[in-house]
């Protein structure tokens, strides 16, 4: 089993930037991919943005692409999402998870099986 913890989320003024970080701990070894989902209000489930764990390669959505960057630090486990020119529809709760085991669509939840508690976004206009 893998445990997340997120932190970094708050309230920003749009344009403005936040950096989001989990931490995993447990049997990381064993962690195949990772990702970045948001939930809004009344709104569905989005993968943001997800990276492959030993090769570091990426994926984005539409709607984050050249805002957004997903990376991670392999060696001290740390997941990390930097957004920057952040809009009101960016507001969410952001969650990160982990994969043990590779999937058809890395983008979709039913991939992971860990999970964090979530981190609120908020964008102000």
């Known amino acids: 089993q893998v445990q997340l913890v997120e932190s970094g989320g708050g309230l920003v003024q749009a344009g403005g930037s936040l950096r989001l970080s989990c931490a995993a701990s447990g049997r990381t070894f064993s962690i195949y991919n990772m990702a970045w989902f948001r939930q809004a209000p009344g709104g569905e489930g989005e993968c943001v943005a997800d990276?492959?764990?030993?090769?570091?390669?990426?994926y984005y959505s539409d709607s984050v692409k050249g805002r957004f960057t997903i990376s991670r630090e392999h060696a001290e486990n740390m997941l990390y999402l930097q957004m920057n020119s952040l809009k009101p529809e960016d507001t969410a709760v952001y969650s990160c998870a982990a994969a043990t085991r590779a999937g058809v669509l890395m983008s979709k939840d039913y991939e992971y099986d860990s999970w964090g508690q979530g981190t609120q976004v908020t964008v102000s206009s």
């Open positions: 990276i492959r764990w030993s090769v570091s390669r990426t």
